[in-house]
């Protein structure tokens, strides 16, 4: 496997790449990017809502099934390639503190892959999911409706400190994925920090794209500007601190000089 020091480098080269993609190519790998979290968010509710009577009896089981699932978007971005914002939001951060980038390239790109990011979980939501009625029947509208509700329930301050969790495990799994020299080991590295978020219930900007419209579309009584105000923004503010503050920090400013 591949060392911290090892890992950083390329996590640099990783960024520098990304800052040369023109406009139009960060804004396509985003969409995938969201569509394939929302792949693994669909997959989830499916094995997951689909089964009442466990989550009725053993609740915790049912949450771990949910989470086993989910992983499977990240696993796509890392294996065949996709921008997504909430990985980006360590990367650049240690070639920053060596002034390898500046945060320009680094605002530039979080705001283009938020954007196809969204996108992509949106098609999902509406196109392969609402209009061919994949979880429009019970019990899975159940789950899909819980799933929001819960979401939109909780303070500003609470979402916030979720989306922190959420990214901090998000971007270790993508350190991990780094670490890893094979593709079995980057499966296994990425879904175990990928699973154990989402069973613990904290809050990922990205997926919350795909979950709460979903909702929306299914006839939930949610609003677009509950799903912003108190989900989106707190959860959004939430990873980039979890991301660029509790990963990106901390590893560049300990493996990212140039000396040994």
């Not at 396509?28 to 997959?43: D, E, N, P, R, S």
């Not at 980006?88 to 892959?113: C, D, E, H, S």
């Not at 980039?240 to 300990?254: D, E, H, Q």
């Amino acid at each position: 496997m591949n060392s911290p020091k090892e890992g950083i480098k390329i996590v640099n080269e990783i960024a520098l790449n990304k800052e040369g993609y023109k406009v139009r190519k960060t804004l396509i790998l985003a969409f995938l990017a969201g569509a394939y979290v929302a792949f693994g968010g669909l997959l989830a509710i499916i094995i997951s809502g689909g089964s009442p009577g466990l989550a009725a009896h053993n609740p915790g089981l049912a949450r771990f099934l949910f989470g086993a699932a989910f992983p499977l978007g990240l696993i796509l971005v890392v294996l065949v390639g996709a921008e997504l914002f909430t990985g980006n939001n360590a990367y650049f951060i240690p070639n920053i503190l060596t002034k390898r980038q500046k945060a320009y390239a680094m605002f530039k790109n979080w705001g283009l892959v938020y954007i196809g990011n969204f996108i992509g979980a949106i098609f999902i939501a509406y196109v392969i999911t609402h209009l061919t009625h994949l979880v429009h029947s019970e019990p899975y509208i159940n789950m899909v409706h819980s799933i929001a509700n819960g979401k939109t329930s909780h303070t500003f301050l609470v979402t916030f400190i979720k989306g922190i969790g959420a990214n901090w495990l998000v971007c270790l799994a993508l350190w991990q994925g780094i670490a890893a020299k094979n593709t079995i080991g980057k499966i296994v590295a990425i879904w175990l920090p990928v699973m154990a978020f989402v069973t613990m219930g904290f809050e990922h900007s990205i997926a919350n794209m795909y979950f709460i419209p979903l909702s929306i579309f299914e006839g939930a009584d949610i609003t677009w500007s509950t799903f912003i105000f108190k989900n989106l923004i707190p959860a959004t503010l939430g990873n980039i601190v979890g991301g660029a503050l509790f990963v990106g920090l901390p590893y560049g400013y300990l493996f990212g000089k140039t000396e040994d």
